[in-house]
């Protein structure tokens, strides 16, 4: 429905743009949040650098990847090897909070209003800041779950108790043996809960919270602000494309891309569509004391 042109929608005054955002915000009758990694990475989660170096060396040194996302992805020699960095990873980015409160910011700022998350990011931060879980959808997966690896059955698993134990355990970039998770039904390998190809498993819950953002978006009505947090060009189709369409169906509703990459939308929804190119947590800062 839109054409190939993009634009950049600012008014080229950044408090001006802030002031315009907090006004939406106060003004809409719900609030759609479509948050992608950019958040997390403003809250301090980031997958290089320094936070790499300190908890990977080791495995860097080994291996010569220099990033989180590599290491996810190598051939590990036996299942030992692959869950002492896997533990190391999903404890880090999953049971410990991020170093800055930029959830926290999010939450103060949409409290008393009429919201809904809909999330690729799997780290769980949400919750962990205290969002109503009934008004979430991690489309993507959870680090906190494991599931089949074939998989034999759609069901999931909290893994904190076991990841907690791999992770103090490990000893030479190795867990224990007896600490490898199987799956209880067929005895192959658990994964983790991650959609990374057609072995995804959407559980109960998982359906559940996708008919929950389904209802919502179904019966809301009125000054609809769709803000879009950190999301990219990997996935545009989960959360970018759908509140480009849905702001452009509703001319009551007004699009807001925040983000230090792409933060274009089609020239159709641009009078209605306010685009920061700026760290997250700062504009969300900043628009609390606007």
């Known amino acids: 429905m839109f054409s190939n042109t993009m634009t950049s929608p600012s008014t080229g005054n950044f408090p001006a743009d802030l002031q315009r955002l907090k006004e939406a915000l106060q ?40 990033d989180m996302y590599s290491g996810g992805f190598y051939p590990y020699r036996d299942p030992e090897e692959l869950w002492a960095f896997w533990s190391r990873y999903i404890y880090i980015n999953r049971y410990t909070d991020p170093p800055k409160p930029v959830y926290e910011q999010l939450l103060a700022l949409i409290t008393g209003k009429d919201y809904f998350v809909l999330t690729t990011n799997v780290d769980h931060c949400f919750q962990k800041a205290g969002f109503d879980k009934k008004r979430l959808f991690y489309t993507q997966g959870d680090y906190g779950l494991f599931q089949c690896s074939v998989p034999c059955h759609h069901k999931t698993y909290d893994n904190e108790e076991i990841i907690r134990e791999m992770f103090v355990t490990q000893k030479n970039m190795r ?5 490898i998770p199987h799956c209880p039904v067929c005895g192959e390998p658990l994964t983790m809960n ?11 819950g998982w359906h559940r919270a996708a008919e929950r953002y389904e209802n919502f978006l179904r ?5 609809i602000l769709f803000l879009e947090l950190g999301v990219g060009y990997n996935t545009p189709m989960i959360i970018k494309y759908p509140f480009w369409n849905m702001t452009a169906k509703n001319p009551d509703a007004t699009y807001v891309c925040v983000n230090f990459g792409e933060i ?8 209605r569509a306010i685009c920061l190119k700026a760290d997250i947590g700062m504009v969300l800062e900043e628009v609390a004391h606007a």
């Open 194 to 204: 991650l959609r990374a190809d057609d072995k995804f498993v959407e559980d109960e």
């Open 219 to 223: 019966t809301r009505r009125g000054k």
């Open 27 to 66: 003004a809409a009758d719900a609030v759609v949040i479509g948050a992608g990694a950019g958040l997390s990475t403003s809250a301090g989660f980031v997958y290089t650098g320094e936070r790499f170096q300190r908890h990977f060396a080791d495995f860097e040194q080994k291996y010569g990847f220099h």
């Open 264 to 271: 274009e939308c089609p020239e159709q929804i641009a009078d």
């Open 175 to 179: 867990v224990p043996t007896d600490l």
